[in-house]
C-alpha cells in the first residue's frame, strides 16, 4: 500500500507541474499575458501585398507568444499569390518575424498557370502575366524549359 501511494504522490505532482506548462504552450492560459504586439514582414513585394500577410497571420498569433505555431503560419503565408518561400520566426518577447520571396515569372502555362525563372509552376491571379508567352506542354517537363 505504502508504495502504492508513493506512485500515485508522484504521479499528482508530475501532473501539477506539467499541465501549466502544456496549458501556456497551447494558449488555453496566459495568451494575453504573453501577446505577439509586433510583425515584421520583409521581403521584397512587387506582387504579394503586405496587407495580405498581415490578414493571413492575424488569426494565428491570437493566443500569445508560446502557443503561435510557426509551422502555421508559414502554411498561410505560402498559400498567398506570388509567394515563393516563406521563413518565420519568433523572437522575445512580443515579435513575430516573416521573410518572404516572389516568384519571378518568365511565362504563362496553358492552364492558367504561370512559369517562374527557376522553372516551377505556380498559380497566380486571373490575368497576372499578360504580355508573357504562353507555354504549353507536360507539367512535369516545364523545369526543362528554363
Do not use: C, Y
Not at 519568433?90 to 518568365?106: C, F, G, I, M
Amino acid at each position: 500500500m505504502n508504495a502504492l501511494l508513493r506512485i500515485a504522490a508522484w504521479t499528482l505532482a508530475i501532473v501539477l507541474v506539467a499541465l501549466p506548462v502544456v496549458a501556456v504552450l497551447n494558449g488555453w492560459i496566459a495568451g494575453e499575458r504573453w501577446p505577439m504586439r509586433r510583425l515584421a514582414v520583409t521581403g521584397e513585394f512587387a506582387q504579394v501585398d503586405e496587407a495580405a500577410v498581415r490578414e493571413a497571420v492575424l488569426p494565428l498569433v491570437q493566443r500569445g507568444f508560446f502557443a503561435v505555431d510557426l509551422d502555421e503560419v508559414r502554411v498561410a503565408v505560402a498559400a498567398l499569390p506570388w509567394v515563393e518561400k516563406v521563413e518565420v520566426r519568433k523572437r522575445w518577447p512580443d515579435r513575430l518575424e516573416v521573410r518572404l520571396s516572389e516568384h519571378t515569372p518568365v511565362a504563362r502555362w496553358s492552364d492558367g498557370r504561370m512559369l517562374s525563372d527557376d522553372g516551377k509552376l505556380f498559380a497566380a491571379p486571373e490575368g497576372a502575366g499578360r504580355g508573357l508567352p504562353v507555354f504549353e506542354g507536360p507539367e512535369a517537363r516545364a523545369g526543362e524549359l528554363m
